[in-house]
T-cell receptor
Framework: LAKTTQPISMDSYEGQEVNITCSHN???????ITWYQQFPSQGPRFIIQ???TKVTNEVASLFIPADRKSSTLSLPRVSLSDTAVYYC???????????FGKGTRLSVIA | NAGVMQNPRHLVRRRGQEARLRCSPM?????VYWYRQLPEEGLKFMVY????????ESGMPKERFSAEFPKEGPSILRIQQVVRGDSAAYFC??????????????FGQGTRLTVV
């Protein structure tokens, strides 16, 4: 089961771009990288998923280098409502459940 | 299509009582996962179920805890003889399947259990 390492916390001002990097040195060939967002008192919410290179959706971008040993979640122009905990997960192939670490607590300041 | 529904949202139990937490997955989802979260910590996996089967219960305490996902009705997480240490937020997630396409999991709002 691959493990992930990400910063415990980050601060940012409104309007800035935020990049959260996650290390997953033991990622396997069939593993995907997935990011979830969790607001206080709510369940986690899927943000984005990728396998390699770059993935972009209406919420974020995910950059994955060729060796796939790390990934970077990029949030453009954050607002106060982006204050949340962001989890980086590596999903094993097969019927295994998601394994969450402690995540990165992002605080957006006005 | 309603999301994952958990009830109750808040549950208060005295030590020694039983707690029953319910989870109705999204329509068409046959995979259910239960997680526990303590304040300021990440989610800890407890159990993974498919209809009528427990697939992985490696994260569930051996005593007092049980889970089921019957053919009809919601998935139930049952905690017998609750203790103060059981106080936490319990989240349920569902997905249509896992593995092949790495389908995302959808989480409910959670049940906050307080043992007094």
């Amino acid at each position: 089961l691959a493990k992930t390492t990400q910063p415990i916390s980050m601060d940012s001002y409104e309007g800035q771009e935020v990049n959260i990097t996650c290390s997953h040195n033991n990622i396997a060939t069939n593993d995907y990288i997935t990011w979830y967002q969790q607001f206080p008192s709510q369940g986690p919410r899927f943000i984005i998923q990728g396998y390699k290179t770059k993935v972009t959706n209406e919420v974020a971008s995910l950059f994955i280098p060729a060796d796939r040993k790390s990934s970077t979640l990029s949030l453009p122009r954050v607002s106060l409502s982006d204050t949340a905990v962001y989890y980086c997960l590596v999903e094993d192939s097969g019927n295994t459940p998601l394994v969450f670490g402690k995540g990165t607590r992002l605080s957006v300041i006005a | 299509n309603a999301g994952v529904m958990q009830n109750p949202r808040h549950l208060v139990r005295r030590r020694g009582q039983e707690a029953r937490l319910r989870c109705s997955p999204m329509k068409g989802h046959s995979h259910v996962y239960w997680y526990r979260q303590l304040p300021e910590e990440g989610l800890k996996f407890m159990v993974y179920l498919q209809k009528e089967n427990i697939i992985d219960e490696s994260g569930m305490p051996k005593e007092r805890f049980s889970a089921e996902f019957p053919k009809e009705g919601p998935s139930i997480l049952r905690i017998q003889q609750v203790v103060r240490g059981d106080s936490a937020a319990y989240f349920c997630a569902s997905s249509p399947r896992t593995g092949v396409d790495n389908t995302e999991a959808f989480f409910g709002q959670g049940t906050r259990l307080t043992v007094v």
